[in-house]
């Protein structure tokens, strides 16, 4: 291929959809060893979770993280043959490398549950203990959201400062910096709706509460972290093959013990989205690849930099596009 490197975006949740992954599955051998893998790690049928649904199950935190990780984990595997024109790993582990990331890519991100999807694809973790991690993950986040009714809800058109001030009054946190214009809130539920109420009175264009199942990025996630902060102390982190760009600090790093610390402060910190993607910016980094389900980090980086080229694939056709163009 063209002597040409990718920064690799993958998506958080919200990006699950019933078929996800499927057709790559039934004509790809890169994506069958990941969805074959994860069945036996996860001990139950995410093919079938992905494939056939039903929605209202994949929908929920504890299924849809997993199973968006593990559909962009395999269509990577799928990609990352496609580029090298040939077979992934080795006989009975069919599954790509750090040489390999390192040939065609030279940063990786992911948007919340992206960011450990984006660890694994940097090597920095092997799939199966990235995958248990993602599993609790969804877990925890799943049981504490049962626990505490909360909400999310975006405000269009109000400075940050402004959003924060009402946030402080009201009690709920700024939870996701996406884009120019927009504030992810978060927060026991009567409150974010308070808050979005008064968002709009006060001069926001408009304020949207999210289908989401919880106060994610919120103090209200606190038992999750602590949880999950045990389980990432049994998982073998290392630093990653290429650059890692980290939405809690949106900074350059492979320093694996700050990896792990951001991994568990995700969970109740705000993420850095637009300004991690600055940051891949200014380190001279113009095109991306969206791996895995849905569009929305391509949508994202239009309304931070409209000048990037990012091209979203999650199907053989976007795959096969881009590899023979690479070529061509």
Same mark, same amino acid.
């Given at each position: $291929?063209?002597?040409?490197?990718?920064?690799?975006?993958?998506?958080?949740?919200?990006?699950?959809?019933?078929?996800?992954?499927? !057709?790559?599955?039934?004509?790809? !051998?890169?994506? &069958?060893?990941?969805?074959?893998?994860?069945?036996?790690? %996860?001990?139950?049928? +995410?093919?079938? #979770?992905?494939?056939?649904?039903?929605?209202?199950?994949?929908?929920?935190?504890?299924?849809?993280?997993?199973? =968006?990780?593990?559909?962009? =984990?395999?269509?990577?595997?799928?990609?990352?043959?496609?580029?090298?024109?040939?077979?992934?790993?080795?006989?009975?582990?069919?599954?790509?490398?750090?040489?390999?990331? /390192?040939?065609?890519?030279?940063?990786?991100?992911?948007?919340?549950?992206?960011?450990?999807?984006?660890?694994?694809?940097?090597?920095? $973790?092997?799939?199966?203990?990235?995958? *248990?991690?993602?599993?609790? &993950?969804?877990?925890? $986040?799943?049981?504490?959201?049962?626990?505490? *009714?909360?909400?999310?809800?975006? =405000?269009?058109?109000?400075?940050?400062?402004?959003?924060?001030?009402?946030?402080? @009054? +009201?009690?709920?946190?700024?939870?996701?910096?996406?884009?120019?214009?927009?504030?992810? +809130?978060?927060?026991?539920?009567?409150?974010?709706? %308070?808050?979005?109420?008064?968002?709009?009175?006060?001069?926001?264009?408009?304020?949207?509460?999210? /289908?989401?199942?919880?106060?994610?990025?919120?103090?209200?996630? *606190?038992?999750?972290?602590?949880?999950? /902060?045990?389980?990432?102390?049994?998982?073998?982190?290392? !630093?990653?093959?290429?650059?890692?760009?980290?939405?809690?600090?949106?900074?350059?790093? &492979?320093?694996?013990? =700050?990896? /792990? *610390?951001?991994?568990?402060?995700?969970?109740?910190?705000?993420?850095?989205?637009?300004?991690?993607?600055?940051?891949?910016?200014?380190?001279? +980094?113009?095109?991306?690849?969206?791996?895995?389900? @849905?569009?929305?980090?391509?949508?994202?980086? &239009?309304?931070?930099?409209?000048?990037?080229?990012?091209?979203? #694939?999650?199907?053989?056709?976007?795959?096969?596009?881009?590899?023979? !163009?690479?070529?061509?």
């Amino acid at each position: $291929m063209a002597d040409k490197k990718y920064g690799l975006l993958f998506p958080g949740q919200g990006a699950q959809g019933v078929g996800m992954g499927k !057709a790559l599955y039934e004509t790809q !051998a890169a994506a &069958r060893w990941v969805f074959d893998r994860a069945n036996e790690v %996860l001990d139950m049928d +995410i093919k079938k #979770l992905c494939f056939e649904g039903p929605e209202e199950d994949l929908k929920t935190t504890k299924n849809s993280q997993p199973a =968006i990780f593990v559909v962009s =984990i395999a269509t990577l595997n799928v990609l990352i043959e496609k580029l090298k024109g040939l077979p992934v790993g080795d006989e009975n582990r069919e599954f790509f490398n750090a040489e390999d990331v /390192k040939q065609f890519f030279n940063v990786a991100m992911g948007l919340s549950l992206g960011e450990p999807t984006s660890i694994v694809a940097s090597c920095a $973790m092997s799939f199966e203990e990235g995958l *248990e991690f993602v599993a609790k &993950r969804g877990q925890y $986040m799943d049981e504490t959201s049962q626990k505490n *009714e909360g909400k999310m809800a975006s =405000i269009f058109g109000m400075d940050l400062e402004k959003v924060e001030e009402l946030c402080k @009054g +009201i009690g709920c946190q700024v939870a996701n910096l996406n884009c120019p214009g927009q504030v992810v +809130i978060s927060g026991h539920a009567t409150k974010v709706e %308070l808050a979005s109420d008064l968002a709009v009175s006060q001069g926001a264009e408009r304020a949207i509460v999210l /289908k989401v199942g919880g106060a994610f990025h919120s103090e209200l996630m *606190e038992p999750a972290k602590e949880k999950l /902060k045990a389980v990432l102390n049994k998982i073998e982190v290392n !630093a990653p093959c290429i650059d890692f760009i980290s939405n809690i600090d949106a900074e350059i790093t &492979r320093d694996p013990e =700050i990896i /792990k *610390e951001n991994l568990v402060n995700q969970l109740d910190h705000k993420t850095l989205w637009e300004a991690s993607m600055r940051k891949a910016i200014s380190s001279g +980094i113009f095109e991306y690849l969206e791996v895995g389900p @849905g569009t929305v980090l391509k949508g994202l980086a &239009r309304k931070i930099d409209s000048s990037l080229d990012v091209k979203s #694939l999650h199907s053989m056709e976007d795959i096969m596009g881009l590899t023979e !163009a690479s070529v061509s």
